[in-house]
């Protein structure tokens, strides 16, 4: 008992941080106002710009709110059929979602934060179509593994939030360098911090040594004798 409860215990803090962030971010495109958009608009095409980043964000949050439901394990033990549902909603409002990164940086002039924010789209991409495919062939501890490195990619937005006041205090000059520094935070952050645990869990299982059945301890008491 103790042990399931440890094992559920992160989903309502982690999750209780990715909503606070969603209230962050969120409620500006829903009112539909480009002159709301969070950053300037490309002044050639301002209303593709706000389009695409529209979807993104409307699509983004989709694939947060059913990923905090598909990473909790309770969920995934007994109710099944509602992970596998959380599931695929996740897999295709992620993978539309991260690809829209790239139009978006290729648009917005003025993200300040272009490799970042193209190399996280990229990397969350390729992160959840790897574990979509895996699951799809039978092969659940890898997909397990590469929807882990999903959940970091998808999460790091969350880092933006919290350090993107950061660079107002700067000189301006400093201002784009500080940026690309910030948007590589939270995903080199939360792979590391993935990667980590996926070992430690690891490590644990190899340290556990299952007591011998009977017809084991037979076998083992005649190769003594």
């Known amino acids: 008992m103790a042990q399931g409860w440890r094992q559920n215990a992160w989903v309502l803090p982690v999750s209780a941080v990715i909503l606070a962030a969603m209230i962050v971010v969120?409620?500006?495109?829903?009112?539909?106002?480009?002159?709301?958009?969070?950053?300037?608009?490309?002044?050639?095409?301002?209303?593709?710009?706000?389009?695409?980043?529209?979807?993104?964000?409307?699509?983004?949050?989709?694939?947060?709110?059913?990923?905090?439901?598909?990473?909790?394990?309770?969920?995934?033990?007994?109710?099944a059929a509602v992970h596998r549902w959380s599931g695929r909603v996740y897999v295709f409002t992620a993978l539309p979602a991260a690809l829209l990164t790239l139009p978006l940086v290729y648009f917005n002039n003025a993200w300040q934060a272009d490799v970042g924010a193209a190399a996280t789209g990229v990397a969350w991409f390729a992160t959840t179509l790897i574990g979509y495919i895996a699951i799809r062939r039978g092969d659940q501890g890898r997909h397990r593994r590469w929807m882990l490195y999903s959940f970091a990619m998808a999460t790091s937005f969350v880092w933006g939030v919290l350090l993107g006041q950061i660079p107002?205090?700067?000189?301006?000059?400093?201002?784009?360098?500080?940026?690309?520094?910030?948007?590589?935070?939270?995903?080199?952050?939360?792979?590391?911090?993935?990667?980590?645990?996926?070992?430690?869990?690891?490590?644990?299982?190899a340290q556990v040594i299952p007591f011998p059945t009977a017809s084991r301890r037979d076998h083992l008491d005649r190769r003594a004798a």
């Open 168 to 205: 107002l205090f700067l000189k301006p000059a400093l201002f784009p360098y500080v940026m690309e520094l910030i948007r590589w935070v939270g995903p080199l952050v939360n792979l590391g911090a993935v990667k980590w645990w996926l070992d430690r869990k690891a490590q644990r299982k």
């Open 26 to 79: 969120v409620p500006p495109f829903l009112t539909f106002d480009p002159s709301r958009n969070l950053a300037p608009l490309n002044e050639n095409f301002p209303g593709l710009d706000f389009g695409l980043a529209l979807t993104h964000v409307l699509l983004a949050s989709a694939a947060l709110v059913s990923l905090c439901l598909n990473v909790w394990p309770w969920l995934r033990t007994r109710h």
